[in-house]
């Protein structure tokens, strides 16, 4: 459904992206990763057909993003990063705008939208919050139901509730068929609802990884507080179990993909709390990236 082969960009001060290849199929969502200014968004202007490209081509549907970007802009939906909104508007009339432009028929589902992201439609955009704004944007991208959504952070600014009705949406739309590329910091959102995900380091495609695959490369590290110095000695000591760091009772233990092995480790002994943290998504590709030295 959507093809991005060999694309290259070079900026006269020699950043870009460079030689960028994947596709995603009809009813997949993508995810695209990576640490800031690595080419995400220069990526996602060329696949909206808003970039000419040095070297390489766009296909989504089988047409050429940039030389048929009329056509195709029909298709597609698009949360950009930053969304220029038209001075003096509400948050009605932005979206009454685009969905003109969108040759839209009926309101149904851009009212319906709006009823699920709870915002006041009549606040002029100017006065709106950061999380408002990007209501409004998520309400265009999706309002005219198109088959290819491209979304550029989509749920920065949104509270956990919002990110919650955001990620319902998507996999809403994607049981119907509708292919998404998206870009995101949030494991959360990438785990709940992307088949596969791309990192992009330095302009260049580092790898591109099922995310189940992802899931079982990811590390938690669990923070155990003993009841007792004794019993913290002892946990310590034992084999098998990789200490990342220990304060006294508190001793902190990275497991990936072992639970079993260290919930028998810790049963023995009093516990008086336990914490997890998930290793971010970057470091998952970033550790990968050093670990393998060279390019998957
Ligand atoms: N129009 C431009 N002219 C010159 N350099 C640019 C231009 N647009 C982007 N760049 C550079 O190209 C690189 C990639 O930028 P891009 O905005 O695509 O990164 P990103 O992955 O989207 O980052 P972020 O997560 O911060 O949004 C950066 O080094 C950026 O400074």
């Not at 919650?164 to 049981?175: D, P, R, T, Y």
């Not at 910091?185 to 330095?202: G, P, V, Y």
């Not at 507080?225 to 220990?246: C, L, N, P, Q, Y």
Request: hydrophobic share 40%.
């Amino acid at each position: 459904m959507l093809t991005v082969h060999q694309l290259t960009k070079t900026f006269p001060n020699g950043k870009g992206i460079f030689d960028v290849s994947f596709s995603v199929q009809k009813g997949e969502v993508f995810g695209f990763l990576g640490p800031n200014g690595a080419g995400k968004s220069t990526t996602i202007r060329h696949i909206m057909g808003f970039m000419k490209p040095d070297q390489g081509i766009v296909h989504v549907g089988g047409l050429d993003t940039w030389s048929a970007q009329g056509t195709v802009q029909r298709y597609l939906g698009y949360l950009p990063g930053e969304i220029a909104f038209i001075e003096g508007m509400t948050g009605l009339s932005f979206l009454t705008f685009m969905g003109e432009l969108q040759g839209m028929k009926g309101n149904e589902r851009r009212d319906e939208l709006i009823d699920r992201f709870q915002f006041d439609v009549k606040t002029p955009i100017r006065k709106m919050s950061k999380g408002m704004k990007q209501k409004v944007g998520i309400v265009a991208a999706f309002m005219h139901q198109p088959e290819v959504i491209i979304l550029d952070e989509p749920t920065s600014g949104l509270d956990p509730l919002m990110q919650k009705v955001f990620i319902n949406l998507v996999l809403e739309e994607k049981a119907r068929g509708t292919t998404f590329l998206m870009s995101s910091h949030s494991f959360q959102e990438i785990e709940r609802t992307c088949d596969r995900a791309a990192i992009i380091k330095d302009g260049r495609i580092i790898t591109v990884k099922d995310i189940h695959e992802l899931q079982s490369m990811q590390r938690k590290l669990f923070e155990v507080t003993f009841e007792r110095m004794v019993d913290a000695d002892a946990f310590a000591a034992s084999s098998g179990i990789h200490i990342e760091s220990r304060e006294g009772l508190r001793v902190r233990v990275a497991v990936q993909g072992e639970y079993a092995q260290f919930l028998a480790a810790i049963t023995p002994y009093g516990i008086r709390n336990l914490d997890v943290f998930t290793q971010s998504l970057e470091d998952i590709f970033m550790n990968y990236y050093d670990r393998k030295g060279t390019i998957a």
